[in-house]
């Protein structure tokens, strides 16, 4: 269940204890939980089945996983309306699962019509199996096994769905089941009647070719049953849902009464108001009453005991505190797991450098991963061009051959399953880094992260899990799909995923360490200009662990606070250095990790000692330095302590060109930075710094 934040028939199993622990899915049938954009569930289900694929094949270095699978024979069931087939992630999932050869059984449910459109303009030859029929297998290529059953043929049915399973579970070939010929009784929902959309003789063959009405002829005809039985079934059934709607309705209903009389109680003593006597009576009237009416008629009661000071007015005033905390927890929590286990309370450990070599930045990476894929059993990595050549940036050069084609290997073009795929794996207990290949590319897999991913956690109420991580790299480099940082747009859509944004390649892996250490999701960018910059490498790559939530001075100052993150950072510092010649120190502050933003208010500390400050990055203009401004000057009050107006220094708002003109007079540039922090200081001391 979702705690009551999904809409009907929206399930799901819960697979975490009240500890946020994985409970045994070995012993329970499992349902990973929906959504309601339509095909999302495909990327997800692609993940699900590879899962049972990595399980079987991992041999005895996953034998310990014995929560999430019996030898990698689990069949993942995805099931799909006709209409909704025409989405491009169907198509995507349905290429990756043939490819990958996966016990997925796809049932698509077809009953002629996406809402009110019919399928002759929905999919070629009005027939998803006639459409995909190019991916059944033959003799001589892997593929699908392809069924096509009426929907109201109960026997069909199952001899149907037999033998898919046991197709799909003995083989691992995935298999389409296209159900035809199903009715609606009551239209798309109970919001909108197909009577405005359907013939009449449509309307007819639908009421006769009811599955119930044609299991029922089906059970008459070979005489398992009587008239008489199956309408006192009939009537046993309707008086049962009867039952069971008036009890989920008093369920309901009553704890929020509980919380009516306990208001009541509280808010009576000051009715000698008029407005809170009106405001009473609203709610003593109020038969259905809800949690939010009664939250609202308190604090509409407290504007109008503005005036009053009474013990009364306290009581009712902690009331509330405590009821909307209450109903924080009911309706707000569980962005995140908010277990022991989240990285937020993953200690942070710092790099050691016993007589460190000097390396280039992919390296560190390399003896990153090499020490974490030798960590933990579980984790897995794909994307593409990562397996066989160690991807397009070297960061896994050499690691399949060592670790083995299971655990680290290829994907074709398809970001969206590669984000659905590291998904499900996820939420079967495996620990998969799943890469794009590029930070411009984000936006095909951004659905699956933001519907599908950012909302796990929520929409489940903590019942579910998938702690992925998502590898990708961006901000400066060359030409306009080579250098994207679209970083606001993440931050808009991606709140339930941790988005880290390190300066260099040792950051990076120490977020990777923290991230694998933890338990919830997270999106690392790589800084793509970086790679070949040479770091020291720390002697405990694997376990050293950068803090989630935690800003690093990199540069200390007294003039201008200047906060950034990225690529950024290094032109930033080469700034900095221009204007100590000019008397004019910057305290350059990194901020590392954009979700959680500063957890412990550093920056507003550094605007304590120099007044002014300015936010300077590689998105758009009023992008993440609109949204970093927003958490130092309104969440962490530092507005107090400006004496100038604060500055944002960001891209043009296109993209930038193909070749260093472009990177020049699209991105900030040191001197930029030199001249906004000479304005600041030109506006406090216009006689120390001239006009420029």
Known sequence: HSAGRQMTSHFSSRWLDENGNWLNQTEMNNWSSDVAPTASQMGRAVGLALASKTYRSAGKHLAHMTKFSNEGNEVTFATIGDASTSEGIFF?????????????????????????????????????????????????????????????????????????????????????????????????????????????????????????????????????ATEEELEEIRTSAEVKAKEAMKKAWKNFLEPIEEDKRAFLDIIKPLVSNDTVAELVKQVENDLNIRRATIDEVGRQALIALRHTDSESKVELTKWLVNYKQANMERHNSFLFTNTAASPLNIKAIPPQYDNASVVNGFEVLQHCFRANFKQYPELVAFGEDLGKIGGVNQGFAGLQEEFGVERIFDTGIRENTIMGQGIGMAMRGLRPIAEIQYLDYLLYGLQQLSDELATLSYRTKGGQKAPMIIRTRGHRLEGIWHTGSPVGLMLGSLRGVHVLVPRNMTQAAGFYNTLLAGDEPGIVIEPLNAYRFKEHLPSNIGAFRVPLGKVETVRSGTDITVVTYGSCVRVVNEASKQLEKLGISLEVIDVQSLLPFDLEHDIVKSLQKTSRVLFVDEDVPGGATSFMMQQVLEVQSGYKYLDAQPITLTASAHRSGYGSEYNHFTKPMPIDIVEAAYQLMHEANPVAFPKL
Do not use: M
């Open 92 to 224: 995507e999932a349905v290429n990756a699962a043939g490819v990958q050869q996966i016990p997925l059984v796809i049932s698509v449910w077809d009953d002629d019509y996406g809402i009110s459109v019919s399928k002759d303009l929905q999919t070629t030859k009005s027939s998803i199996s006639e459409a995909l029929a190019g991916f059944e297998a033959n003799e001589n290529h892997s593929g699908y096994s392809i069924f096509k059953v009426r929907g109201w043929d109960y026997p069909a049915l199952i001899q149907t769905y037999k033998e898919a399973a046991h197709k799909a579970r003995t083989n691992h070939q995935p298999v389409l089941v296209h159900v035809v010929e199903l009715t609606q009784p009551q239209g798309h929902s109970t919001s909108g009647s197909h009577e405005r959309y359907k013939s009449e003789e449509r309307l007819a063959w639908e009421k006769d070719h009811d599955c119930l009405k044609k299991l029922q002829e089906w059970i008459l005809t070979k005489e398992l």
